[in-house]
């Protein structure tokens, strides 16, 4: 099996956190010019943000000098630029360090911050407030946390390890342990492992469970019980999307501040951090691939809904 060549290095600085985006030429095509490849790539932008992009010298070969307009196309060739970036609502809650050495920094992150830039999020992501605030360019998530999600996330601070941390996630050799806030009266009967067929297809908002060999399992049990409400730990064993939240729904106890579950809620407005979803990632343990040292982190914080769901509720 032959290796695919890696990328050069950006000649491109970080902006506020964030990469330049990198664009390689495909290696067949009839465009005449660069700026023509672009035009058609980009077509979402239009094409005067392209030329603006040329004519203020922004578009740049791998050697760091700017592509000139009229400049022919190039069969494999890498142009790298800085994105204009949409205004965002900046998260107004802090995300704290709880571990940082020379290969990982482990963070608490808050409810409403993405994890990495996607979509309408970049700027206001964990990753990009992590780079600006330890000045480390280099540092890249080994997995991903739903922006509505609160808790631990792992970051790798060396390009050349992040495969190695990467590969914990994906053989399960992670220890992941959520807590969540939900209905308990009637409660299920507890504790459960769920095990069923999850499916999350490309443009729809929500996760479905279909019949066929389970690739999605939790243990779900009841940790607190006030009043109506439930505190509950989730140990989920696989990682698809939504789980937690698809399999505590199939349960009859949708987690409070879900807007997709059980059904999809009207748009929240821009802004409005009054009612988060009340899912935390509690617990992360795991052996380091590099060091050997065994890692147990857990966060600090509380869901709202538990210690003042009167307060929580009202809003």
């Known amino acids: 099996m032959r290796r695919r060549t890696p990328p050069p290095p950006s000649p491109l600085p970080q902006l506020d956190g964030v990469d330049p985006v990198r664009v390689r030429l495909p290696a067949t095509g009839s465009w005449a010019t660069v700026r023509e490849y672009l035009v058609e790539r ?8 392209v030329e603006a992009l040329f004519d203020a010298g922004l578009v740049v070969g791998a050697d760091g000098r700017p592509v000139a307009p009229d400049a022919p196309y190039a069969p494999g060739m890498f142009v790298w630029f800085h994105r ?7 998260v107004p809650f802090a995300i704290e360090v709880l571990y940082r050495d020379e290969h990982i920094v482990v963070a608490d992150k808050p409810h409403f911050l993405a994890t990495t830039p996607r979509g309408s999020h970049i700027t206001e992501t964990a990753l990009a407030r992590l780079r600006r605030d330890l000045g480390i360019q280099t540092l890249t998530a080994a997995h991903r946390l739903d922006r509505l999600t609160a808790g631990l996330v792992l970051f790798t601070v060396r390009p050349a390890e992040r495969g190695a941390y990467q590969t914990l996630f994906r053989d399960r050799r992670v220890r992941k342990v959520y807590e969540a806030i939900a209905p ?5 009967e507890l504790p459960v492992t769920v ?6 297809e490309r443009g729809v908002l929500t996760a479905r469970e279909v019949p066929g060999e389970p690739n999605a399992v939790s243990r ?3 940790a607190g019980q006030r009043g109506g409400l439930g505190r509950y730990r989730l140990v989920p064993a696989t990682g698809q999307t939504h789980q937690l939240r698809v399999h505590m729904n199939a349960l009859g106890v949708p987690i409070l501040g879900d807007p997709l579950y059980p059904r999809i809620a009207a748009p929240v407005p821009a802004g409005d951090f009054r009612r988060p979803l009340q899912l935390l990632a509690r617990e992360l343990e795991f052996t380091d691939p590099v060091t050997g040292a065994e890692h147990r982190f857990r966060s600090g914080r509380t869901l709202a809904a538990w210690t003042s769901y009167d307060a929580w509720a009202a809003v």
């Open 42 to 49: 980009l077509s979402g932008a239009g094409a005067g943000r």
């Open 84 to 90: 204009e970036l949409a205004p965002e609502v900046p």
């Open 184 to 188: 308990c009266d009637p409660a299920p």
């Open 195 to 200: 095990r069923s067929r999850i499916v999350k």
């Open 220 to 222: 779900i049990e009841l």
